[in-house]
Structures are given as C-alpha cells and as structure tokens.
C-alpha cells in the first residue's frame, strides 16, 4: 500500500477551496479504536485556521514617459515604443502550523488575480507582482534647415549726360521800312460833332474839324459759378451754375444756369479751387473746363490741362475763342473729369466769368 509521502505535490491552482482532504478523528471510534477517518473540502477548516486571505500584490511601477522628439523640416515620426511587460505576481508566503497563504495571480495584459491562499493561524501575506516598465516613445526627425535669402543685385550707374548743344547766332535785325506820308486834311462844313457819327452831314475836300465827340471803351461785368464740396469720381462731366452752396452735379439744370445781363463775348475765366482732403499724385491727370452757353448750343474751351495736385489754387484763362452771347442767354460750365490713379477729394470750387460788352 502507497504512503502519503510518496504521493505526487498538488499544484497551485488545483488547491481551491472545494478541494477534498483526508482527515483522521482520534476521538471518533466508531470506525477503528484508534480512530475514525473522513473526506473533508478545504473551506470545512476555515474555522479551525484563523489566518487571513493572502492579498493582491501592488501595482508595478509605471515606465517613465518617452522624450519628445526633436521637429524635422517635415520630421520623420519614430516608431511608437512596445508596450511594458506586466511583472508577474509575487508568491504567497508556505504557512506553517498556522496554513499557508495561497499564491497571488499573474497579472497579465489584464492579470489574472491567484487564488485566496489557505488561511492557516497567521498566514503570510505574499507580495504582489511589479507592474512592467512602459515603452520609450519614438524620437521625432530633426527640423530642416532654412536655405538662406538671396543677395540682391547692385544697383545700375546712371547714365552720362550727353553735352549740351550750342546755340546758334542770331540773325541780324531786318531794315525798318520808311514811315508813310501823312493824309491831307479835309474840311467839315456840316456843324459841330457830337456823338457816333459816319459823317454824312457833309466833308469837305481839305480839313475836318471835330469838338465834343465822346468815346465811350469796351464794360466788362464779371458773373459769378461756383460749387460746394465735391469728390468727383473717374471720366465724369459735372455742370456748375450759381448754386455754391451745392455739390457739382453730373446733370445739367435750367435751376443753376446763369442768365446773362448783356450781349457781347465771355473773354476769360478765373478758377479757383480748394482741396479739403486727398489731392491727385498724377502730373498728367488733367481735367478740362469748358463755358457753355445752353441757348444757342455753342461753346469755348476754358482749359484741358486743370490738375489738382495742390490743395489750393487760383488761375485766370483768357479764352483763346471767346464765346459770342446775346442778352438773356443761359450758361454754365462743365467739368470734365480724367481716370484718376488717386482721386482728389473734398474739392470747391468758384469761377468768375468776364462779359465784355
């Protein structure tokens, strides 16, 4: 007959607590003076043993984080670190004559937690298992390098002034011709002269006497245009009658013409400008003036060469062709504007018109 201590060692995870034992009762007779034997499971003894179920081992010890890595020009991103290897669970203390604790569980990538040891008298409690160490995390490329700027190039020399040309001599002045012959004197035998005259009271063939005749010279009555502030915009007419106290308007009007007083010619313009905001940066923007007279539908050119490059101004134009008119006729002038690179802004304008009669 085989004894117990020839037996094979039970492993540790067929010790639970239904596992059966063979136990001897001194006491009991009822099978053999000597004793009486019985099957017991494992958990039948744990009043007997007063020892404690062994506990879970700690947490192992989190892997330290990976460094960052340093920025490429685009970086090549490193390869993610593997992950730790959790540490196994530490061994229950063997109880003694006071049970021994059971092994704690492997902690795998969710551990298996052991099982409960037998509670002896006192058991030992085993240590847990350190948590695996957390991979490094891959090293970022390194950042590109900036190409450096280009060198401008130098400047041009400035060309050479070619030499000034000499001027030629000057003619020699013409001969003055001879002064012609004083007329002969005629004789008026038809009374005193007074007044415009064509003398067809009568001449005499010698000698002309003439006392208390009366020159009377060309008037001039000068008429007075003008506009309030204005921001005229590219290509654009505007007509300016007598309303000052309005802005130019890109129609005409019966209601801002000028009725003339006097028959006679408009012979010169003075403008007169104001700029109250931007003034123009193109030397060769020009606007044009013209006078118009809207009755008998003619006109005469005032200027085609007006700029606004300063905030003021103050021009007179003599009219090159001065433009005829007749009591009562209506005029106005217009305004022609140019495609501005910076339009002038806020301008005000006023014109005296001169009627020679």
């Known amino acids: 007959m085989a004894r117990l201590t020839d ?14 034992i063979y136990i001897v009762t001194t006491g009991d007779t009822s099978q053999n003076s000597a004793g009486s034997g019985y099957k017991a499971e494992l958990q039948q003894l744990a009043s007997i043993f007063g020892g404690t179920s062994g506990g879970s081992g700690t947490s192992g010890i989190n892997g330290s ?24 669970g530490g061994s229950s203390g063997t109880s003694g004559t006071s049970g021994i604790d059971g092994t704690s569980g492997i902690n795998g990538t969710s551990g298996i937690n ?11 409690d085993g240590t847990s298992g350190t948590s ?25 020399t400035s060309g050479i002034d070619g030499t000034s040309g000499i001027s030629g001599t000057s003619g020699t002045s013409g001969i ?22 064509n003398f067809t009271g009568g001449l005499s063939a010698n000698t002309v006497s003439i006392s208390g005749v009366t020159v009377n010279p060309k008037q001039t009555i000068a008429l007075f245009f003008g506009h309030d502030s204005t921001s005229p915009a590219d290509t654009q007419t505007y007509f300016i009658g007598n309303a000052i106290n309005l802005a130019a308007t890109t129609s005409g009007s019966d209601s ?15 403008i007169c400008q104001n700029v109250g905001g931007t003034v123009q940066t193109g030397a060769t923007e020009y606007s044009t003036f013209t006078i118009n ?27 090159v062709s001065p433009l005829q008119v007749t009591v009562e006729d209506k005029v106005e002038i217009r305004w022609t504007t140019p ?5 002038p802004t806020s301008i005000r304008q006023q014109m005296n018109v001169y009627l020679e009669y």
């Open 7 to 20: 037996k094979t060692l039970a492993s540790t995870t067929a010790i639970t607590p239904t596992t059966l």
């Open 65 to 88: 984080s990976g460094t960052s890595g340093i920025d490429g020009t685009s970086g090549i991103d490193g390869t993610s670190g593997t992950s730790g290897i959790d540490g196994t």
């Open 114 to 124: 052991g099982t409960s040891g037998i509670n002896g008298t006192s058991g030992i």
């Open 132 to 156: 695996g160490i957390d991979g490094t995390s891959g090293i970022n490329g390194t950042s590109g390098i900036n190409g450096t700027s280009g060198i401008d190039g130098t400047s041009g």
């Open 176 to 197: 003055d011709g001879t002064s012609g012959s004083s007329g002969v004197n005629g004789t008026y035998t038809g009374g005193t002269i007074s007044g415009e005259t």
């Open 256 to 270: 801002r013409r000028v009725i003339l007083p006097k028959t006679g010619n408009i012979v010169r313009v003075d």
């Open 293 to 319: 007279n809207t009755t008998q539908s003619t006109q005469s050119t005032i200027t085609t060469t007006y700029i606004y490059t300063a905030s003021t101004g103050n021009i007179a134009y003599d009219l």
């Open 339 to 343: 495609a501005w690179v910076i339009n």
